[in-house]
């Protein structure tokens, strides 16, 4: 038998070890049921060297929330080409996936994390930045204007897509509970509910009725937008014709 040699790693290094360890932990748990020891067992050193890389016990979430944070707003990165509807699907298709991988870790991120109890791992209770999260609902904001070509909004358009992005990011959170919707009719239908809520925009603004003219002009009909009209078409026969006098 021959016995192996642990590698000693760098300090950029052993804290990206700490970092995605605690984040693996966090993604199944919530965070303040994991303890410093636990993310020191994991990572295979001491409790007092984890101490070494990180303050305490917030200073190491905060870390892990940043990655995470970072991960999800790359979710939102798609390219330019193709129909929108259907690279908006595959955002979503994406983002349900980190959703579905880091359930607890994703619900503390979007809530901006719970506070950390005072205690030896942490001397006072001090709650994660807002600011992390507001990042990330700013990066998928511009990912979403860059997909639609626009670079100076309209204010009616800023109200649809960031509404749209605080609606995906509740509709995660309530499908955490239970996962009673299959996951990727929720997917399909947040791609609609983007469509609805331009559409309902378009009816009361020029400006925004342009933008959805281009948004719709080279969607296929088997495309997710074109699912949207034909499953609103099998509607109006079911609507009594005095209502749609």
């Avoid at 070890?17 to 919530?30: K, M, T, Y």
């Avoid at 979430?61 to 080409?81: I, N, S, V």
């Amino acid at each position: 038998m021959t016995t192996g040699v642990r590698r000693r790693m760098g300090v950029e290094e052993r804290r990206r070890q700490l970092i995605g360890v605690a984040l693996e932990l966090f993604s199944h748990r919530a965070p303040e049921d994991v303890s410093i020891d636990e993310i020191a067992a994991a990572a295979g050193i001491s409790r007092p060297l984890v101490y070494h890389y990180f303050p305490g016990k917030q200073s190491l979430y905060e870390a892990a929330l940043r990655r995470a944070a970072d991960e999800l707003a790359a979710r939102f990165e798609e390219p330019h080409e193709g129909p929108l509807g259907a690279r908006l699907l595959r955002v979503m298709e994406r983002f349900f996936t980190f959703v579905d991988e880091h359930g607890p870790g994703f619900s503390a991120l979007m809530r901006g994390g719970p506070a950390v109890p005072a205690g030896a791992d942490c001397p006072r209770a001090v709650s994660p930045t807002n600011a992390i999260i507001d990042e990330v609902r700013q990066a998928a904001y511009e990912q979403i204007l860059a997909h639609l070509g626009v670079t100076d909004p309209p204010a009616r358009l800023e109200l649809v897509v960031r509404s749209w992005v605080s609606l995906a990011e509740s509709t995660a959170l309530l499908w955490l509970d239970g996962r009673r919707i299959p996951r990727a009719e929720l997917e399909r239908q947040l791609v609609h509910d983007f469509a609805a809520l331009t559409a309902v925009s378009a009816a009361y603004d020029e400006e925004m009725a342009g933008i959805v003219l281009r948004m719709l002009a080279d969607e296929p009909a088997d495309g997710p937008l074109g699912d949207l009209a034909g499953r609103l078409g099998m509607l109006v026969p079911k609507v009594p014709a005095q209502r749609r006098r």
